[in-house]
């Protein structure tokens, strides 16, 4: 778990930060582009003096990350996928419920659907999918998915900046 340049939770929402939460494992080949860009996003905000910002990354997302949801101003979550033509995908987020046998692991979307029942906030989130090729364990990125993690990388600094 990795936290950034972050402002004032005092206040209104403009004194929120934006999270940005990857999740994955780094130990599956490109199945950890979601910490690995968290991880170049917190040091280029940190170089740059960009505040506003909290990072966090994880294996997978839990129901207890609603409360992070809950405190932030808007949350993009990133992870790596299988699918998908270009490098990555960015999409907007919507809160939806789902029935599952235990709150072990969720999806972006359930995440946001106990952050708006359990503290009542309609966090507005994006996720950015970034295209992987490989999972083997113990195996580096392919030099594909590091080509699609520095086009997600330079697209997501360009959309914080506007934040």
């Known amino acids: 778990m990795t936290t950034g340049a972050s402002s004032s939770r005092a206040g209104g929402n403009s004194a929120r930060p934006v999270l940005v939460y990857g999740y994955g494992n780094p130990g599956r080949q ?16 940190a170089a740059e003096k960009i505040g506003g910002l909290v990072f966090d990354s994880n294996y997978q997302l ?8 809950a405190e932030s101003r ?8 299988g699918e998908g033509e ?9 809160p939806q419920a789902a ?27 994006w996720m ?4 992987g090729h490989a999972w083997e364990p113990n195996e ?10 520095a086009a997600a990388q330079e697209f ?3 959309w914080l900046r506007g934040r």
Do not use: C, K
């Not at 690995?36 to 040091?43: N, W």
């Not at 839990?62 to 949801?69: G, I, P, S, T, Y």
């Open 30 to 45: 490109d199945d950890g582009l979601g910490i690995a860009l968290v991880d170049r996003l917190e040091s280029w905000a």
């Open 62 to 69: 839990n129901a207890e990350d609603a409360l992070a949801v």
């Open 74 to 81: 808007a949350v993009v979550f990133v992870d790596a996928t």
């Open 86 to 94: 270009g490098p990555f995908e960015f999409r907007r987020l919507a």
């Open 99 to 125: 029935i599952a046998f235990s709150t072990h692991a969720m999806a972006p979307e359930g995440v946001l659907a106990f952050a708006a029942e359990l503290y009542g906030a309609r966090t507005p989130a």
């Open 128 to 131: 950015m999918a970034i295209r």
């Open 140 to 149: 580096p990125p392919t030099a594909a998915a590091l080509l699609n993690l």
């Open 156 to 158: 997501l600094q360009s």
